[in-house]
């Protein structure tokens, strides 16, 4: 669902807008999307508010499917320090960074998303985890268990 | 028994509303109602028919001004608990059963 070269872990202490760039900046190194889109991303936190802050602690930032999308993709960063995205659901300690071309190509990873945000246990072993290994274990085992 | 059509809305109808869209599916799946659930976004959100709209916090604040329909803030997309619960009052109130 995430690859290994998709996740990132932090120690720095980040601004909202911060932690949007890194994980934006995951997404264009897999050349998953044109640098547009993580501007797109930081606009539509400025416009909408922080309502991708999706459950405590958790954030999927995204923006409009569009031609600043080249493919579907998926990364992720976890912050050792809280991030304020001045949401009801702060501190923020994991930020998903969501991209599709069209909004018919988000459902896939979707699907395999909501099952692990609803899996508590791994989603802690996940902020306490202190390498990106150990991340991307957690997620690929929460994965295999689904028997999707 | 009337097919509820309920509308799950975030910022641009693709991301954080079809996690809430599946999980209402779950919700009224598991309760035995009949609902058609479907992922819109906040521009459109008050013109499109439907009987509810589940959404954040932060952009409840933006429908309820506009929507003709009641407006049910979940605040996190992945409580099943309080998804359920809120989802069920809603199914209550209009005495769907």
């Known amino acids: 669902m ?19 760039e890194v994980v934006g900046q995951l997404l264009l190194n897999n050349e998953s999307i044109h640098p547009q889109y993580i501007q797109n991303m930081i606009q539509s936190y400025d416009r909408l508010g922080p309502y991708f802050v999706i459950a405590p602690g958790i954030a999927i930032a995204h923006a409009q499917p569009d031609e600043s999308v080249i493919k579907h993709d998926l990364a992720l960063l976890v912050s050792k320090k809280e991030v304020y995205f001045n949401s009801h659901n702060d501190p923020v300690h ?19 998303l909501a099952e692990l945000l609803s899996d508590e246990t791994i989603i802690t072993q996940i902020k306490e985890a202190n390498d990106i290994t150990t991340i991307h274990q ?10 999707v | 028994m009337k097919e509820l059509k309920v509308q799950a809305v975030c910022g641009f109808g693709v991301g954080s509303s079809t996690l809430l869209k599946m999980k209402l599916d779950q919700a009224f799946k598991k ?9 819109g976004d906040v521009a459109t959100a008050s013109s499109v028919e439907c009987d509810v709209i589940f959404t954040s916090l932060e952009l409840a604040e933006n429908l309820k001004q506009r929507a003709k329909v ?28």
């Open chain 1, 138 to 147: 957690l997620i690929h085992l929460n994965h295999q268990g689904e028997n």
């Open chain 1, 2 to 20: 995430i690859r290994l070269e998709n996740i990132a872990l932090t120690h720095d202490q980040l601004s909202a807008k911060e932690a949007m």
């Open chain 2, 31 to 39: 309760n035995g109602i009949t609902a058609s659930v479907f992922a």
């Open chain 2, 70 to 97: 009641p407006v049910i803030v979940i605040h996190s997309f992945v409580d099943k608990v309080e998804i359920e619960t809120k989802a069920m009052a809603y199914v209550e109130s209009v005495k769907i059963l």
């Open chain 1, 94 to 112: 994991l930020i998903f960074g969501l991209c599709a071309p069209s909004a018919h190509h988000h459902m896939d990873g979707l699907v395999a």
